[in-house]
């Protein structure tokens, strides 16, 4: 692995770390979900797609750090999620 390569990963990992720390200070605050984190995140400057965003959400609910429960919205379902007491630490 050449240096830039190292420094792209190690870039990226960083990246990855800080919108996951975005994504929970706005989950300890109220609920949250997919669209509306995605659009919040724009509004900070971070570009992220759904595909990679509903991965990290799964993630943090893996490791219990969120925790999520369907809503209903008329007829359309919606997802949100909260900080668990671990995510908010």
Do not use: N
Request: aromatic fraction near 6%.
């Amino acid at each position: 692995m050449e240096l830039t390569e190292i420094t792209r990963a190690a870039d990226q990992e960083l990246l990855s770390g800080l919108i996951r720390i975005h994504v929970l200070y706005h989950a300890c605050k109220e609920p949250i979900f997919g669209l509306g984190i995605i659009e919040e995140l724009r509004r900070h400057g971070y570009e992220i797609s759904a595909g990679t965003l509903y991965p990290m959400l799964h993630g943090l609910e893996r490791r219990g750090l969120l925790r999520s429960r369907k809503i209903r919205l008329g007829r359309r379902g919606r997802r949100v999620y909260r900080a668990t007491t671990a995510g908010r630490r």
